[in-house]
């Protein structure tokens, strides 16, 4: 998980207001090839109609029995065609957090999302290595009898999808990570991260949480995209009159299960790794003249060692040619929901270019 993106309150939906800009670049091993406008390296692929935009009504809610008794949450968006899972990155997050994003495959795919154990309403049974997490998705894939699939992750689902690739390889049909392709193993993040950090969102007024819209309307505010009500219900406190009153407890937090480094090397599956560029803080941060000179002092610090890590992992993972790199100049952690009619044509357009 980016965790130093993340607003130490609000852990799984953090301040993140890094502003959008309106070009994206496909490259393929680090060179650019061809701007968004004409996706020209993925012909045919159609603009988004209504059967892609979101779907009234959210998802059915479905629960799938895994290995050793561990029961888990699973979303179904429903849909036809080659199925797509995504995936939801750490902490309380869920599935939910795509209940606007998902529907939009549903016209070319059967798509269902799944809640981690620890998460949502899944088992709170600790796994006993980080494989059981694989294990549990391949779980799911037999209860649905999906032979092979495309799985689409945020932030921390990216080392589940990296394993997945690695053990199940004839299961893999594609892979795609949101923001979420780099190798948190890594010891430089610790040492970012021991000294450093992002600067403090604005505090939530009693008005930003008399309800679920308010804090919609504070996120949108504060980075640009308004949360599905539905995720700010899983994973948030709520008062019996509608109030936030905290973030509920996740078991995870306290599994001390070790991560496996990436290796991308042995991930055969054609993967994209979708980026969100970072940017300095005073070129995009709403309420940068309101910080004081050590805050923003400490935010270019910070940004100064978090851009390159970030360069780092995007040649290390564009550099294998089952890959490609997309790059979105806009630095929230949360592209997808932020522009999600870009995302969208972009993953559609390399889940048409991958071959059986």
């Given amino acids: 998980m980016v965790t130093v993106l993340y607003n130490a309150e609000f852990t799984d939906w953090g301040l993140d207001t890094r502003e959008a800009t309106a070009s994206l670049h496909i490259m393929r091993s680090g060179s650019v090839v061809v701007a968004l406008a004409t996706l020209a390296s993925f012909p045919g692929v159609p603009a988004i109609s209504r059967a892609q935009l979101p779907a009234e009504h959210g998802p059915k809610v479905l629960t799938v029995s895994g290995q050793r008794g561990v029961s888990l949450e699973v979303l179904d968006w429903g849909g036809n065609g080659p199925p797509i899972v995504f995936l939801a990155g750490g902490g309380n997050s869920t599935p939910h957090d795509f209940d606007d994003f998902a529907p939009r495959f549903t016209n070319a795919h059967r798509v269902i999302g799944i809640s981690r154990r620890g998460s949502g309403a899944s088992s709170a049974q600790r796994p006993r290595s980080f494989d059981d997490y694989v294990d549990d998705i391949v779980a799911v894939l037999d209860s649905f009898h999906f032979d092979r699939v495309a799985i689409v992750g945020h932030s921390f689902a990216g080392l589940e999808m990296a394993r997945f690739g690695e053990k199940y ?188």
């Fill in 169 to 356: 390889d004839s299961r893999c049909a594609a892979l795609v990570y949101l923001d979420a392709a780099y190798d948190y193993t890594d010891p430089a993040l610790e040492k970012i991260f021991a000294n450093n950090r992002p600067p403090a969102a604005p505090p939530m007024r009693s008005a930003d949480s008399a309800s679920i819209d308010a804090v919609r309307d504070w996120y949108a505010r504060t980075q640009r995209f308004r949360p599905p009500a539905a995720a700010l219900r899983a994973s948030r406190l709520w008062s019996n009159d509608g109030r936030l009153i905290g973030q509920k407890p996740s078991p995870a937090d306290s599994w001390n299960i070790s991560t496996p480094t990436p290796r991308w090397e042995h991930v055969k599956c054609q993967s994209l790794g979708a980026y969100a560029t970072p940017a300095p803080y005073d070129t995009y941060l709403r309420y940068w003249p309101s910080l004081d000179s050590l805050q923003q002092a400490r935010a270019r610090e910070y940004y100064a060692l978090f851009a390159p890590w970030t360069k780092k992992n995007r040649d290390a993972f564009g550099r294998f040619p089952q890959n490609r790199v997309v790059e979105f100049p806009s630095p929230s952690h949360y592209f997808f929901l932020e522009q999600p009619d870009e995302a969208a044509r972009v993953i559609d357009a390399f889940l048409s270019s991958v071959k059986p």
